[in-house]
């Protein structure tokens, strides 16, 4: 049984920076992604890595948030900066079976079985 743990949300003012970690137990192995969703809208993904390390990122958030994943600690990263009130949101991190999901694949949710209970990002001033 795979368990996914979200932490490291909170509130930041616009421009700052936080840092979400996702403890990953159970069968680690596969492909890793961000996702979030705002009150009314649809869940979207944010940022996915695959078993070989290729990540992938919305548009929205390149140059900006970076995914990373220790493998040995078996703990997914998200490293957000220059964040905006756009950004608000219930953040997740799910896992798939797949091993490869890169690209358009990566961020979407039905590809993505597992996944954590989320941690609230709020960017406010």
């Known amino acids: 049984q795979v368990q996914l743990r979200e932490s490291g949300g909170g509130t930041v003012q616009p421009g700052g920076s936080l840092r979400l970690s996702c403890a990953v137990s159970g069968f680690t192995s596969g492909s890793l992604g961000w996702f979030r969703q705002a009150p009314g809208t649809e869940r979207e993904g944010v940022a996915g890595?695959?078993?070989?390390?290729?990540?992938s990122y919305r548009d929205s958030v390149k140059g900006r948030f970076s995914i990373s994943r220790d493998s040995a600690k078996n703990t997914l990263f998200l490293q957000m900066n220059n964040m905006q009130p756009e950004d608000t949101a219930m953040y997740y991190c799910a896992r798939s079976w797949s091993l490869y999901l890169v690209g358009s694949q990566a961020l979407a949710p039905n590809n993505y079985g597992d996944w954590g209970r989320g941690t609230q990002v709020t960017v406010s001033s």
């Open positions: 890595v695959d078993s070989t390390g290729v990540t």
